[in-house]
């Protein structure tokens, strides 16, 4: 056995003690999160289990494994005696992760959890019989997570298999255009049992361009799915649809040109010209040196294939396959490939990169209905912008889902909410159904408010004289009323995001962090920064923007620590305590959680933007981020870093500014 596993579990028998059997009563998760945490060699438990408390104190509280902070403080001083090398502390660290303080777990749709059983305080210690029992329920649910994951798993690579390949379809000119309007109708979904849409019914009208939205787990990419795989009735079968959901293979084929296949039918007629063209010089070549016969047959055979030659160079010139070469360079140039980039073998690329090639040949092959699933993911500001014109300009039809605010408000005409296992259609942007639904739910509650007066009334004046003869009739008349009037349905709204930073304990003096003359460049390579000159302070707001690879995030990194310049100072104040979130950060997983788990918890949609642009707002230290979400940076800073050339320089302007300089550009 490991060290590692017998420290996991050692820390997990320490966990299940201390708590005592009020352990039994939370989530597995949960205490398996707790333990993970707790378990890290390198975590500092602090005086009397201080550093404990801030870590998973709340955590305890909010998941009923305590009643009050008190026993929290109580039970971190236990756990940091018998987990904590008996109390000593080890090294603070410069960066600290996000998990604890952020709150990411509000609001998110899961099951309601188990009402609490009661609670069996200073109870006796566990018996090694109760703790084999603990530690059976724990496997046993550790096996079952694990066997719902490779179901799903299963099922994703199913439905992935039976994905029909997309291409671009160029039709012979005497179809017309075989696809308009779309009408799925009473047509329900339903995943492992769940279901997640009930009796839906829309209508995609050609050429409107729709925003799917929808809070995260409510089945969002699962329609889209089950639309790419015809899966819903009122789909037609000639009407090709085309999902950007997985990155390109990476292999030796050249960014490019896997973007030119995709047009199967100019690949097979280019590779049968080059044939043919070559089988024509052969057969001219034994003319000029053979017999009489031969003369003859090959004049024969000259003729078949000039005619097919003429074939191939009409359907080429029709398709218009001598144009498609630069028509594929100009969508991966706007998804910023550089020429070069495009001559680079899609293996060579990183993931993110290769889903650009997968989304510029979705582009390329223009399919009847394009669904795509976060499209800016993967982009930077450039290209995004790029993107949003040239869907703008789209002449079919689309569903994207996105939780960028302003991208949805520029390129989509129809918003589908999916909520409550419906699905409804508003028209207009993504603010116009925003104010569309405010207002029809302030409706829908005053209708219900005034149904229960009313009702209410009916009812006491039915108690009042139910026994009364003279009233008899009059009581009769309003039970009939009563039961005309019928049953509304309150206003159920999703819970709330919510997003707490804490209170910076210590205010040091300006700046917390300085840079004077520093530069920076890998060992080896040239320098990315040269000679920076900044400071930063509680009460700065910033964001840095510019294209992807121009060293963004290699800045952030020399200013939490984690590089340092190769000339020049950089300093920090002994107070500044600096926390870190990247969507790539990897040292706040939770471990004991599936992969799928954690992306449905972690990735925000639209509501949880706001939640967090709310908790930076009322965050009272500094706040530094890299993104290229609109709405997220107009509502939570006041000043922008453009990073290029080695420098970052303040901009003098707001996002839309900076957007109409990159447009102009």
């Not at 993970?36 to 390198?42: G, I, M, Y």
């Not at 603990?134 to 046993?140: A, C, F, N, S, W």
């Not at 009323?481 to 919510?498: C, E, F, S, T």
């Not at 992807?548 to 950089?570: A, D, M, W, Y």
Request: proline residues 4%; hydrophobic residues 35%.
């Amino acid at each position: 056995m490991s060290a590692a596993t017998k420290a996991e579990e050692n820390a997990g028998a320490i966990v299940y003690e201390v708590l005592g059997r009020r352990a039994l009563d939370v989530d597995t998760t949960i205490i398996d999160y707790i333990i993970n945490v707790l378990k890290d060699e390198s975590f500092d438990f602090g005086d009397k289990g201080e550093g404990a408390y801030q870590a998973v104190g709340d955590l305890l509280v909010d998941s009923g494994c305590v009643d009050d902070e008190p026993e929290a403080r109580l039970v971190c001083g236990k756990l940091s005696e018998k987990i904590g090398s008996h109390g000593q502390t080890g090294k603070k660290e410069i960066v600290r992760s996000l998990t604890t303080p952020v709150r990411m777990y509000d609001g998110l749709c899961q099951e309601e959890p188990p009402p609490k059983k009661a609670e069996i305080e200073d109870g006796p210690p566990m018996s090694e019989r109760d703790r084999a029992k603990l530690e059976r329920r724990r496997r046993k649910d550790e096996r079952q997570r694990e066997l719902a994951y490779e179901s799903h798993l299963e099922e994703m690579k199913a439905s992935l298999a039976g994905m029909p390949v997309a291409h671009v379809h160029h039709g012979n000119g005497d179809e017309g255009s075989t696809v308009k309007d779309i009408h799925m109708t009473n047509f329900n979904i339903s995943v492992g049992g769940r279901e997640l849409i009930k009796d839906g019914s829309i209508t995609l009208s050609h050429g409107r361009h729709y925003g799917l939205i929808g809070r995260n787990g409510t089945g969002k990419t699962t329609l889209l799915r089950h639309m790419a795989l015809h899966a819903i009735d009122g789909i037609p079968k000639n009407c090709q649809i085309l999902h950007v959901e997985q990155e390109v293979v990476g292999d030796n084929t050249i960014a490019l040109q896997c973007v030119l296949n995709s047009d199967v039918e100019r690949t097979q007629l280019l590779e049968e010209e080059a044939r043919l063209v070559a089988q024509q010089r052969d057969v001219d070549k034994d003319v000029a040196t053979g017999t009489g016969d031969l003369k003859l047959n090959g004049a024969t055979e000259d003729k078949d294939t000039s005619e097919r030659l003429q074939q191939i160079y009409k359907r080429l010139e029709y398709i218009d396959a001598y144009s498609a070469e630069s028509r594929a360079a100009s969508i991966l140039a706007g998804l910023s490939f550089t020429p070069d980039m495009q001559q680079k073998p899609t293996k060579a690329f990183s993931g993110g990169w290769r889903m650009r090639i997968a989304l510029a040949r979705a582009l390329f092959i223009e399919p009847d209905l394009l669904l795509l699933d976060e499209p800016t993911n993967h982009l930077d500001l450039h290209a995004v912008l790029w993107l949003e014109s040239y869907l703008l300009k789209w002449p079919k039809t689309f569903i994207v889902v996105s939780h960028a605010r302003e991208f949805l408000n520029t390129v989509v005409t129809d918003i589908l909410h999916l909520h409550g296992q419906k699905l409804i259609s508003y028209k207009g942007d993504y603010d116009t159904f925003e104010r569309t639904r405010d207002e029809q739910l302030r409706n829908q509650q005053k209708a219900f408010e005034s149904n229960e007066r009313t009702k209410a009334h009916m009812q006491a004046f039915i108690d009042k004289f139910r026994y009364n003869a003279k009233r008899a009739s009059l009581v009769q008349s309003r039970i009939k009323a009563l039961d005309r009037i019928g049953h509304m349905d309150a206003v159920v709204n999703d819970p709330d995001y919510k997003f707490e930073f804490p209170t910076p304990e210590d205010r040091p003096s300006a700046p917390i962090i300085s840079f004077s003359d520093a530069s920076f460049g890998y060992p080896g390579g040239p320098l990315l920064f040269k000679n920076l000159n900044f400071g930063i302070d509680l009460d700065s707001r910033l964001s840095m923007v510019g294209p992807n690879g121009i060293g963004k995030s290699t800045l952030l990194k020399l200013i939490s620590g984690e590089l340092q310049p190769s000339s020049g100072t950089v300093f920090r104040s002994a107070k500044v305590r600096m926390a870190v979130f990247s969507q790539h950060h990897v040292d706040g997983l939770d471990l004991s959680s599936n992969p799928l788990l954690y992306m449905m918890r972690c990735f925000p949609d639209l509501d949880a933007v706001e939640a967090l642009i709310q908790g930076l707002i009322l965050f009272q230290g500094g706040v530094l981020m890299v993104s290229h979400d609109e709405h997220l940076i107009s509502g939570s800073v006041d000043q922008l870093w453009v990073v290029s050339q080695g420098r970052a320089t303040p901009f003098n302007g707001t996002f839309q500014d900076y957007k109409r300089t990159l447009k102009s550009a």
